[in-house]
């Protein structure tokens, strides 16, 4: 099975790099252009990926085209690909944020089996969270692809598309909330004498480790917070304090204004 990628971008770059370097799929087996050649050349110098000349080149020499261009380049550039598409049946994967199924759809021709894709930022350290969709068309062993490429650079899950906003709001902007927290909890250790490079490797490992101990523990996280914290204890203190501030009911409006700012556009 080949894999093309219509765009090398940083995410498209994240992506190559898990699918390679997880040994998951062979490096020959994937193709890549771009707009950009110096992108596409260091994907080929550092992973030994193929560089096609162009969209038309790369579609004719695959079986499935990831599109990981900008949305805005949608409108053009799908009618311009559409007939070879069609008559290869090639199997279309987009990671582009926005963009329906259908519309995409609309723009390749109501016959091609697409899935939507969304990752996040987390790729390019191959810890994303991903959810996928797809139209009627996609068989099994698409689907299956689409897993085996996600789980490449992380996490993936298929939910319904109509669920893509709030997986957005929640797996697409959290990180950027977790990287405030980190921040503030290594600020907060400043404040109080620790190095700014110090405090902020703590925080983050303190809150990697704690990620990882909710996603294998299988407790619920109320249960985790019970156990650390001791009666009296510093710890129930600094929870008490959070609450009394909102962090909750915070953490739940940002979420809600994101969720409500991806259905408006």
């Known amino acids: 099975m080949k894999i093309g990628f219509i765009g090398a971008g940083n995410m498209a770059s994240a992506i190559v790099g898990g699918a390679v370097k997880s040994g998951k799929f062979a490096s020959n087996d994937i193709y890549v ?12 110098t550092e992973l030994g990926v193929n560089a096609a000349a162009d969209a038309l080149e790369l579609i ?6 990831v599109l990981a261009v900008k949305p805005n380049v949608f409108a053009s550039l799908l009618p311009s690909v559409s007939k070879n598409i069609n008559n290869k049946g090639t199997f ?3 990671i582009a944020a926005g963009k329906s199924v259908a519309e995409i759809n609309n723009l390749l021709g109501s016959n091609v089996p697409v899935a939507r894709v969304m990752p996040n930022i987390n790729a390019t ?9 797809c139209n009627a068309l996609v068989n099994d062993e698409q689907k299956a692809l689409v897993e085996k490429l996600c789980s490449s650079f992380g996490k993936v899950i298929s939910i319904e598309e109509d669920k893509f906003s709030i997986f957005s709001a929640i797996a697409g902007c959290s990180p950027a909330y977790s990287y405030m927290f980190i921040d503030s909890l290594a600020r907060a250790g400043v404040k109080n004498g620790l190095a700014k490079g110090q405090a902020l490797e703590i925080a983050a490992q303190t809150v990697l480790g704690s990620a990882k101990k909710i996603l294998e523990s299988k407790e619920h996280p ?16 600094g929870v008490c304090a959070l609450q009394e501030n909102g962090f909750e009911a915070t953490v739940t409006s940002a979420v809600d204004a994101s969720y409500l700012k991806d259905k408006s556009l």
């Open 33 to 44: 252009c771009d707009i950009n050649e110096e992108k596409v050349n260091k994907l080929k």
């Open 60 to 65: 004719n020499s695959v079986d499935t085209v």
């Open 92 to 94: 279309v994967i987009s």
């Open 125 to 133: 350290v191959l810890e994303a969270m991903s959810a996928y969709c």
């Open 222 to 237: 109320w249960e985790l917070i019970d156990r650390v914290c001791s009666p009296g204890g510093t710890t129930i203190e």
